[in-house]
């Protein structure tokens, strides 16, 4: 099962050398037209949706962009000697882990929201190597046993062909989380394939993932058992997912907080105002007092995200930004003219 390259221009519609202001605006452009919430083909939007997350959450970080073109330029030199930013054990196919014995198998993720390509290079599971465990034992700790008196048969006579026992490999990746999601838990289909290290048979697994409300980002999710087959009568490894907040076109997260830029023309930020804001789930009427300026903020208590299990949540912060029209019609620039001549206002001088 081979990995595709992803070209996450491509899916923003932007060059190569496109600013990080145009890559934001790009982003936020088609992830407002293809948010399930407003989308009418759902099933579509949803997959181009989380296709658009991907993108932006390589472009719109600096350092993982850098690394994406660094690879982009090397991707037919898979074998490079330095690596030119390919992992290790790449070998073009997918994902590796290791068994106990120090035996690989490939490994695919179906339904969580990433692409294997993400997966391999920037996912958040270090390369999705069964390294050590996470209890601090070397994962795939191997093990004789008597199956007599269940301790160890080493050096016992009679047991030197006895097959030993070994625990299967840990396996990690990362799962697409919506706001809404976060918003009031939900559950996920996630799908594993691989292939049998012992007898290379191509095997799936489904795995229906329960997201608990208020999950936050970065937080792991442990399946126990749903990681590597074990050998011998060995215990299955266990699947470690670790969520990832899908960027929202109109709100920004810090943790249960959420952040949103409110448009303001002058002259309702001169003369207030009131507007009705969506927030997540719901709307809200906000007043805008006479004098707001550019940058203030107004919070909305309890319209965050939950902060836990639990009906509390976070706040609302809605922060202003007041926009200045760059084409007036001629009666309009008369008008602006004719304020220009009345107005006690002077924003330079010393107050």
């Not at 050590?132 to 047991?159: K, L, V, W």
């Not at 007036?328 to 602006?336: G, K, M, Q």
């Amino acid at each position: 099962m081979p990995v595709d390259f992803k070209d996450y221009y491509a899916v923003l519609g932007v060059a190569r050398d496109a600013s990080e202001a145009d890559i934001k605006k790009a982003f936020r452009n088609l992830a407002r037209k293809y948010h399930p919430d407003i989308a009418k083909d759902k099933r579509t939007a949803e997959e181009k949706f989380k296709e658009i997350n991907e993108a932006y959450e390589v472009l719109g970080d600096p350092a993982k962009r850098k690394r994406y073109d660094e690879l982009g330029a090397r991707w037919q030199e898979q074998g490079a000697a330095d690596g030119g930013g390919v992992p290790p054990d790449w070998d073009g196919r997918g994902f590796s882990a290791r068994s106990a014995d120090g035996q690989g198998f490939e490994f695919h993720f179906d339904g969580t929201g990433f692409s294997d390509f993400f997966e391999q290079f920037f996912g958040g599971g270090g390369g999705r190597r069964g390294a050590a465990g996470f209890s601090g034992m070397p994962q795939g700790f191997a093990f004789d046993t008597d199956e007599e008196t269940g301790g160890p048969a080493a050096g016992r006579a009679g047991y030197e062909d006895r097959p030993r026992r070994r625990a299967g490999a840990n396996v990690e990746g990362d799962l697409l989380v919506s706001l809404e999601e976060v918003l009031n838990g939900g559950t996920r289909e996630v799908g594993v394939k691989f292939a049998d290290p012992a007898t290379g048979e191509a095997r799936t697994k489904s795995y229906r993932v329960r997201i608990p409300k208020g999950v936050r980002d970065g937080q792991t999710i442990r399946l126990a058992g749903a990681g590597g087959p074990g050998h011998g009568g060995g215990a299955a490894g266990d699947l470690y997912l670790h969520a990832r907040l899908a960027r929202h076109p109109d709100f920004r997260v810090r943790e249960a907080d959420l952040f949103h830029d409110l448009d303001l023309a002058p002259w309702e930020a001169v003369l207030g105002t009131t507007v009705t804001v969506r927030t997540l789930g719901s709307r809200v009427s906000l007043r805008i007092p006479p004098g707001t300026t550019n940058g203030q903020t107004f919070r909305v208590r309890g319209h965050g995200l939950p902060t836990g299990p639990g009906d509390e949540r976070g706040d609302f912060h809605v922060v202003v930004r007041i926009q200045t029209p760059t084409e007036v019609t001629d009666a309009e620039r008369r008008l602006w003219e004719e304020l220009a001549r009345v107005s006690s206002f002077h924003p330079r001088q010393a107050h």
